[in-house]
Structures are given as C-alpha cells and as structure tokens.
C-alpha cells in the first residue's frame, strides 16, 4: 500500500480535468482525502484491482455543479473512517452534470456509501456495501437509472429515490440485488427498507432481488405513479411491498412476496392515497410477528387496499390473519377483486362494513383451507357478519359478492 496519496491525485484529476482527459490508474491501493471533483473527472481503474482507500479528516470524494463525472473500476473503501458533518456520503456529488459509475466499489462508508444531488445518468454493474445508514441516496434526480448493482449490508436502507417536495423524478430502478438491510436508527418503516421512495413521482422499480430486510422490500411513500414490477421480495421484517400516504397511482404486478409480516399493502386514503391495480403476484408465508406492536387489525395480511384498487388474478398462500383485506373503517373505495386464488389462511377475504363505506366488487375467486370463514364483513377490527360467500342474500347494498368457490 502507497502513503497517502492525496495531493498526487488531487493534482492529476485537476489536470486531467483541464485537458478533458480520463485518469487511468494502475492496480494497487491508494490513500487519499478531501479529494475535490473539478468540473469534469473521468476516473478509470481495473476492476478488483485499483483501490482508492480514505485516509479520514473530512471526505473521500465529494464535488458540486459539475459538469461531467464517470467513475469506471475503482473501489473506494471508506476503511469506516469519520467523515465530516457537511459531507453526506463516501462519495458525495451535488448536481454532477452527466453521471456514469461503472464497475466500481464502494465499501466502508461511516455515513452513506454515494450520496447523489440533481444527478442525471447511471449507476451500474457497481457494489456497495457496509454501509453506516444508506448504500446509495439520490435526492432531486433530474433522470437517473440505476441498474444491475449488488447492494448489501447497509444499517439503515439500500436505495433511496427522493425528493424535497413531491413531483417528477422518473428515476429508473431495475436488475439489482438488495441484500441484508438493517434499520439502525429504529423507526415504524422510515428505515430498514431496500428500496424506497419518497415524493418521488413516476419512479419504476423492476426485476429487482430483494432479501432480508429489516421493514420493506421496496417502500413508496407519497410516490405517485410508481411501476413496482416483476420484483422477488424474500423474508421482509414489516410489509414486504408498501404503498403508503399521499399517493395517487400504483403498478404493482408480477411481484414475488415469501415471507413477511405482511405481503402488499396499498393504504392511506385516509391521507389521500388512492388509485392502484394489484396483479399477478404471489404472496406467501406471511408472520402476525413483525419489528413492532402492529397497528390494528395486525400483522398476517397477504394483501391490503382501500381505495379505487382493482385486486386481479393473485395467489395468497398462508396468511394467518387475512388473505386479503378490503378497507379500513370508512376509509374503503370502489375496489375489485376477482379471480384471486387464496389458500390457507385465516379469513380468506375482509371487506369492511363500516356505515359510509364505497363500493367493493369480490368474485370468481377460489378460497381454500379458510379456517376463520372465506368472505367476512369487519367494522374496525370487530367481526360484524357471518360468512358472506354462503349468504343467501345480499346484506349490504355497496357489496357484490359473487360466484366464489370455498373449498
């Protein structure tokens, strides 16, 4: 390993920079800090064999109104070392112009491993791990995608799509593998969550590999017009798939869920959140344990929703409390569902029954091995019917139940 090599490099990418010429750095491991980006960096390693290592005193990379930033197969091990109380992350680039990070590791990082600011452009193929709070925060995207990177091990969250206010972002987050997501800080769902949205708007998360995290595979909180696509969402601590707040429109379709306290909730319109369709997935092996005392009705729900949501063409296997649950006190909306196919489970669906209540369509669909009753009307949390799918008439004028087969 080489001394501290701050002031060489410092020198070669200000050069490099006046010139519009790439820094290509040879195999070895280089101490550095308070490196400062100019205007244009292009930074180019071997891949697992160039290493860039934080000596401490302040930050590694950090960089604003740039004009262009690629970074290709470098490793930046932030060795766990403190960074200042201005920097946000190991490598910290604020409005960074057109943005490539290929190839390259970020590894160690005391606070978050890159932290990202009106960036346009890609982050790929790339690892970041151990990370104190988030593997990677992208606040003010200006059309930023993030694909095929290995995440892992962070305390906090993995990826993170934010913005100040709500409004369009169209960050594309696909093919990435989210691995081991702690929640550090603590918290009912702000952190432990593999990916997450916030007033990020028209943001489509696809084809992603989610596992063990300590609240969601993937979070949207007040994030409208979300795509959350063809995802596989293993053992989450809290709600594997959460549609929460202010929202208006949601995709969430193709999704695998196995193992959560809860499997898809699309909820909130309470606050506003409304307009969803539910297709296609398959949510299983569901827990009434989760991080924390749950919240009425509690955890072991396959699928939740409550407002202008059409629930289509799902399976729900071992739900012990709900297989799905329709509403939530008043707060229940022109919803369908149809041709779901729910076994195991402890009701197979809940539809709320509260007086001022929408309407709510439930047919064509299979339940099977329903313990507690196959369609049951609730107000709040008290059973208030008998079982709805063999009723002889129709008691409530908002509801259609029909042509459902109990097993």
């Excluded at 201005?86 to 910290?92: M, Q, R, S, V, Y």
């Excluded at 707060?331 to 569902?337: G, L």
């Amino acid at each position: 390993m080489s001394a501290d090599q701050s002031a060489a490099l410092q020198g070669l990418i200000d050069q490099a920079s006046e010139r519009n010429e790439p820094v290509v750095l040879s195999p070895g491991s280089y101490i550095a800090a308070n490196l400062t980006l100019p205007r244009r960096l292009r930074l180019i390693g071997v891949p697992g064999a160039t290493r860039i290592i934080y000596g401490g005193g302040g930050h590694l990379l950090y960089g604003s109104d740039l004009e262009h930033v690629e970074l290709t197969g470098v490793a930046f091990d932030g060795a766990g070392l403190w960074l200042g109380d201005e920097i946000k992350a190991l490598l910290d680039f604020r409005r960074p112009g057109a943005l490539l990070i290929d190839r390259c590791e970020i590894l160690n990082s005391a606070k978050t491993g890159l932290a990202l600011e009106g960036a346009a452009g890609r982050v790929e193929r790339s690892t970041i791990s151990n990370a104190t709070e988030y593997a990677l925060y992208s606040v003010q995207a200006r059309g930023l995608t993030i694909n095929g990177n290995t995440i892992s091990d962070c305390s906090d969250g993995g990826i993170l799509v934010h913005r100040w206010e709500p409004g369009e972002d169209g960050t594309i987050v696909f093919d990435n593998q989210v691995n081991r997501i702690g929640a550090k800080s603590g918290g009912t769902g702000q952190f432990g969550n593999g990916i997450n949205l916030y007033r990020a708007h028209t943001v489509t998360v696809t084809d992603n590999k989610v596992a063990d995290c300590a609240f969601s595979a993937i979070r949207a909180n007040a994030a409208s017009n979300a795509i959350i696509t063809s995802n596989s969402c293993l053992r989450s601590g809290e709600t594997a798939l959460y549609v929460e707040f202010e929202f208006e429109g949601a995709v969430i379709g193709n999704n695998i869920v196995d193992g959560a306290a809860n499997g898809i909730s699309v909820v909130n319109f309470n606050l506003g959140g409304r307009m969803a369709t539910v297709t296609g997935n398959i949510v299983r092996n569901l827990s009434t344990t989760g991080p924390y005392p749950g919240d009425p009705p509690g955890f072991g729900i396959g699928i939740a929703v409550e407002a202008d949501t059409a629930v289509t063409g799902n399976v729900v296997e071992n739900a012990p409390l709900f297989g799905i649950n329709i509403g939530w006190g008043e707060f229940m909306r022109n919803v369908t569902a149809t041709g779901n196919t729910i076994q195991d489970a402890g009701i197979g669906i809940s539809v709320s029954v509260v007086d001022g209540t929408g309407s709510a369509v439930i047919s064509n669909n299979v339940l099977s091995q329903v313990r507690n009753g196959a369609i049951v009307g609730h107000r709040w949390t008290e059973r208030a019917t008998d079982d709805l799918a063999t009723a002889s008439d129709q008691p409530f004028a908002n509801l259609t139940i029909a042509n459902n087969q109990v097993n």
